[in-house]
């Protein structure tokens, strides 16, 4: 059980445009999703909790405006990265926590953006 | 503020070694502990987790006590495999923080036939 799924696996695009990343609860609910961001050989940085149905929380440095998320429903939640830099490529990771618990996190496969 | 330490890699050992990757934390509540295990070009798993002071946590062979007196959550497994090659991650996450978790730096092993 407890399967989260992102796609895409890997994208690459050119500098100035957007990227749309989706995290998606295979087989259960998910009010809360997380997002992170890891460089090469370092660890996860949480950038955003996105609760459905309402704003995202950033944290503190992350630019609100640069990283869309979006939690439309239940299953999925979507992070879009807008005029993309190469300074963005990085390694994105979602997690899911199902309900009635604040302790269990979910991870994705994760997805490699490149900005050329 | 809440943070976690670990000791930095990357650790290399022999099949059959004993395996001990040091994680400390520093926190403001009462935090849930983990160890998240990172198989090359995949995703995070948990591999265990403790909830409370003195709690162990245990999982294909690995084991971790939460010591509140030393604020430490150390991984150890008694016998390393080569399919144990990975990168180790310690977090911890406090209830107040809405589930947030908050990552040390994460641990290379490679363990050699």
């Known amino acids: 059980g407890a399967v989260v799924s992102q796609h895409p696996s890997r994208v690459i695009c050119k500098s100035g445009t957007s990227v749309k990343i989706e995290c998606r609860s295979l087989?259960?609910?998910?009010?809360?999703m997380f997002w992170y961001r890891q460089f090469p050989k370092q660890s996860l940085m949480l950038m955003a909790t996105s609760n459905e149905g309402s704003k995202a929380t950033y944290e503190q440095g992350v630019e609100k405006d640069k990283f869309l998320i979006n939690h439309a429903s239940l299953t999925l939640s979507t992070l879009t990265v807008t005029s993309a830099h190469p300074e963005d490529s990085s390694f994105y990771i979602c997690?899911?926590?199902?309900?009635?618990?604040?302790?269990?996190?979910?991870f994705g496969p994760g997805t490699r953006l490149t900005v050329t | 503020g809440n943070s976690v330490t670990q000791m930095e890699g990357p650790v290399t050992l022999s099949e059959e070694a004993f395996l001990t990757i040091n994680c400390t934390y520093t926190a403001t509540g009462y935090p849930s502990l983990f160890w998240y295990v990172q198989y090359p070009g995949e995703g995070l798993q948990l591999l265990l987790k403790?909830?409370?002071?003195?709690d162990k946590g245990s999982n294909k062979g690995f084991e971790a006590t939460y010591r509140k007196e030393t604020t430490s959550f150390h991984l150890e497994k008694g016998s390393v495999q080569v399919s144990d090659s990975a990168v180790y991650f310690c977090a911890l996450s406090v209830g107040n923080q809405g589930g947030k978790l908050i990552f040390g730096q994460g641990t290379e092993l490679s363990v050699k036939p």
């Open positions: 997690s899911a926590t199902p309900p009635g618990t604040m302790v269990e996190q979910y």
């Open positions: 087989d259960f609910q998910a009010t809360t």
């Open positions: 403790a909830t409370k002071a003195d």
